[in-house]
């Protein structure tokens, strides 16, 4: 079978989908701040919406990756090193998407989330150690990137249940909270961690893109 080099495309759904992560949160923790929970909980909607469509794409991408092993088998490994991860992301973004849109709780996908950027963070370290890429630098703080995004998406989707989506569906708080963080400081620390790890995987995917998706565009197979 011949290489079929979707690495490109594959980068930028990463990419679309920091930006969209990012732009999501942000925007409803601004509305949290002001106190407007409508419509932080419409902007979190359209944005799991989105984030869904993404995981959809990614999830072809990665389940056709899985099932023909479409890269030359020299570089088997190269198989599992990708389509691995990316099918982790598309269940997390599709889950995310499903339970905010069925209005249960979303710390059940953190959670998933966090495991499976744990297992980003040793995918990156063990190929860094082997020197299975031509940039292993620049592939190790993508996945490193990522990784930390995935688990600092835990406190990110306690955050939602409790004080975004909870004060309107009580069923999706974990357990009973009021409606404002009895220590808001904490809560402020652990968002502002996320949106920044979020910068920085969508940073990573972007610098890995110029030293190795042009090489690719350069020389199709």
Do not use: C
Request: charged content about 10%; proline content about 6%; aromatic content about 14%.
């Amino acid at each position: 079978m011949a290489f079929i080099d979707d690495l490109t495309l594959i980068l930028d759904l990463l990419v679309l989908v920091t930006v969209v992560v990012f732009y999501t949160a942000f925007t409803v923790f601004v509305h949290y701040r002001r106190k407007d929970t409508e419509r932080a909980v419409s902007h979190l909607n359209e944005g799991a919406l989105v984030l869904g469509l993404l995981g959809a794409g990614i999830g072809a991408i990665a389940v056709w990756g899985e099932l023909t092993w479409p890269i030359p088998v020299a570089f088997g490994a190269y198989d599992l090193f990708f389509f691995d991860p990316l099918y982790l992301v598309s269940i997390i973004l599709i889950a995310f998407a499903v339970t905010l849109w069925r209005g249960l709780p979303t710390h059940f996908v953190g959670i998933m989330a966090a495991v499976s950027g744990a297992g980003m963070i040793f995918y990156g370290t063990r190929a860094y150690q082997v020197g299975l890429t031509l940039d292993p630098l620049e592939t190790y703080l993508m996945y490193l990137a990522f990784g930390v995004m995935g688990i600092l998406a835990y406190p990110a989707t306690l955050f939602v249940d409790w004080f975004i989506t909870g004060p309107q569906n009580a069923r999706s708080s974990p357990l009973p909270s009021p409606a404002t963080p009895n220590y808001p400081m904490l809560w402020r620390v652990l968002v502002s961690l996320f949106l920044i790890s979020v910068v920085l995987a969508g940073i990573a995917a972007v610098v890995y893109g110029f030293t190795a998706a042009w090489a690719h565009l350069a020389s199709p197979p």
